[in-house]
């Protein structure tokens, strides 16, 4: 199957800073990723749809202005959490479609996510 | 709104026949999927519905009523290795995932 690879897999930042999280899509070309946040014991909520050379467009209750997305080539969509404090300490998943019309999403590995 | 239930825990046994279910009230409906997740790592594709009936992959179906909002996942024949968080999710719309909560199964030799 596709391959989307999501780096890291884990890391720990102090309040304050900001986290870079990178989605690659290994062996196809992704137009659209998405991003899930799962806080433990809880199912996976989408965060936002990410666009190739658009803006993202986010779920309710989600800020914008926190959780930056940029989608700046077909491969490759990043997810900054901006100013982080413990509460967004989670783990992060992407996931993109390897063709147009598939239904099988493909996930990232995660990224763990402590705020300290 | 969207809901989507599903048992919390299950514990079954080595060799054993275990079902998990769904049910869903949703505005928009493109399939049930099914979801293995072990700790930690990212959910990995099982099986999916679009219509009704019984889908069948090796140890694993998955069967849908869409009158009913309901689906299953029934996994046969069950291994320690199945230990894993089974996730539920209704796609809407082309793209758009809403997952269930989750069931945790525990396999016991």
């Known amino acids: 199957g596709a391959v989307v690879s999501q780096h890291p897999s884990r890391v720990i930042c102090k309040s304050g800073t900001s986290v870079k999280i990178e989605c690659r899509s290994l062996?196809?070309?992704?137009?659209?990723m998405f991003w899930y946040r799962q806080f433990p014991k809880q199912s996976l909520m989408l965060m936002a749809t990410s666009n190739e050379g658009s803006k993202a467009t986010y779920e309710q209750g989600v800020e914008k202005d926190k959780f930056l997305i940029n989608h700046a080539s077909l491969t490759l969509s990043t997810l900054t959490v901006t100013s982080a404090h413990p509460e967004d300490s989670s783990f992060y998943i992407c996931s993109a479609y390897d063709r147009v019309g598939s239904t099988e999403a493909f996930f990232g590995q995660g990224t763990r996510l402590t705020v300290v | 709104g969207q809901n989507i239930d599903q048992p919390t825990e299950m514990t079954a046994t080595e060799g054993a026949i275990v079902q998990i279910n769904c049910t869903y009230q949703t505005s928009g409906f493109n399939g049930l999927f099914w979801y293995q997740q072990h700790a930690g790592e990212a959910p990995t594709f099982l099986s999916y519905?679009?219509?009704?009936g019984l889908e069948e992959k090796g140890r694993f179906s998955s069967f849908l009523s869409r009158s009913k909002g309901y689906s299953y996942l029934l996994l046969k024949e069950l291994q320690m290795k199945d230990s894993a968080s089974y996730l539920c999710?209704?796609?809407?719309?082309?793209?758009?995932?809403?997952f269930g909560t989750g069931t945790r199964l525990k396999v016991l030799a």
């Open positions: 062996d196809f070309q992704a137009t659209t």
């Open positions: 999710a209704v796609l809407r719309g082309t793209y758009k995932y809403i």
């Open positions: 519905n679009v219509l009704d």
